[in-house]
């Protein structure tokens, strides 16, 4: 089991801004895809962005120009700058990394080998 652990979570007014990040354990190896999900109550959980290890990005249609997802290679570490919250956003996001081959990019749910915990985002009105 890998540990990804997360940061950043919390509450904002709509408008705001927020910015997660993920660390990867410095004893794996680079992963070869990266990604945040997130689950809101009573729906399924969705790619929000995603970053292969070459530096090619994903963004669901709803985050697009609002989400950034960045990578540094040499910190193994994943961060999601989150600007323009609405309500919507609100969810549980999760860390999401896919170590062994499967095909290219980590959109899928069963593309991902190992998950963060989450962490709660709450965007008030």
């Known amino acids: 089991q890998v540990e990804l652990v997360e940061s950043g979570g919390g509450s904002v007014q709509a408008g705001g801004s927020l910015t997660l990040s993920c660390a990867v354990p410095?004893?794996?190896?680079?992963?070869?895809?990266m990604g945040w999900f997130r689950q809101a109550p009573g729906k399924e959980r969705e790619a929000v962005a995603t970053?292969?290890?070459?530096?090619?990005?994903t963004y669901a249609d709803s985050v697009k120009g609002r989400f950034t997802i960045s990578q540094d290679n040499a910190k193994n570490t994943l961060d999601l700058q989150m600007n323009a919250l609405k309500p919507a956003d609100t969810a549980v996001y999760y860390c999401?990394?896919?170590?062994?081959?499967?095909?290219?990019?980590?959109?899928?749910?069963?593309?991902?080998?190992?998950w963060g915990k989450g962490t709660l985002i709450t965007i008030s009105s």
């Open positions: 999401a990394a896919q170590f062994w081959w499967k095909r290219r990019g980590c959109t899928d749910i069963g593309d991902v080998d190992y």
């Open positions: 410095s004893y794996r190896s680079r992963p070869n895809c």
């Open positions: 970053i292969e290890r070459r530096g090619k990005t």
